[in-house]
């Protein structure tokens, strides 16, 4: 059964810190890596990752892939508040379906 | 970039009535939908692939007789919550998946539809 797993599952920073999220997987057939920003409505795309090695950023926000250990890491650097939010890490197969992991919830404190 | 609306955004019913929520991708087309269901404070679940023109593939433990999913064309897909109860106030979403492919994000969610049923 293809499986998703985020680590924590809750984190609690002052900004300006640095925080690094994870995500493991366990997917038959594994296509690509997506992460994702929800706050009170349905989640906002960040980043997609389909190769190992690669980082992608975003301002304060970069991710990488790796695809032979099977994991992936969403960091974010200089924390505000308005990061605060559950960020979801999910995988997407061959087969078209996307597999949600049960996502980090962040709290950025003033 | 691609959206997709979902309407109501929120909707409060009474036991035992239907609720019809619509899922429109506005400016692609999308053979694909899916519909997630999300409690207070959970992940989001897949209830349902919602494919154009055949019947949608619903998830172990969804009762397909109990969400109605209808995607009658490339930029519409509803979901109906049949005979609704308390318990199955939640938060929906629906998402579309974006077929053009290569480096790009592929399912574009809409804002969500929150269901509370008396």
């Known amino acids: 059964e293809d499986k998703v797993v985020q680590s924590p599952l809750s984190l609690v920073v002052h900004e300006g810190d640095t925080v690094t999220l994870n995500c493991s997987y366990e997917?038959?057939?594994?296509?690509?890596l997506l992460w994702y920003k929800q706050e009170k409505k349905a989640p906002t795309f960040l980043f997609m990752l389909?190769?190992?090695?690669i980082e992608k950023k975003s301002g304060r926000l970069s991710s990488i892939l790796d695809k032979k250990e099977l994991f992936s890491i969403l960091n974010i650097t200089a924390t505000q508040t308005g990061d605060s939010a559950i960020y979801l890490c999910a995988v997407k197969n061959y087969g078209q379906n996307f597999v949600f992991g049960p996502g980090t919830r962040l709290s950025v404190l003033p | 970039g691609a959206v997709v609306s979902q309407h109501p955004s929120w909707v409060i019913c009474k036991s035992g009535t239907s609720v019809k929520i619509e899922c429109r991708s506005l400016?692609?087309?999308?053979?694909?939908m899916f519909w997630y269901r999300q409690f207070p404070k959970q992940s989001l679940m897949l209830m349902a692939t919602s494919n154009e023109g055949s019947k949608a593939t619903y998830e172990q433990g969804v009762e397909k007789d109990k969400f109605l999913i209808n995607h009658a064309s490339l930029t519409l897909s509803t979901l109906t919550v049949t005979s609704a109860h308390p318990e199955d106030s939640s938060f929906y979403i629906c998402?579309?998946?974006?077929?053009?492919?290569?480096?790009?994000?592929?399912?574009?969610f809409g804002p969500g539809t929150r269901l509370t049923v008396l």
């Open positions: 400016d692609f087309q999308a053979t694909t």
């Open positions: 998402s579309a998946r974006d077929e053009r492919g290569g480096d790009y994000n592929e399912q574009f």
């Open positions: 389909t190769s190992s090695g």
């Open positions: 997917v038959t057939n594994f296509r690509s």
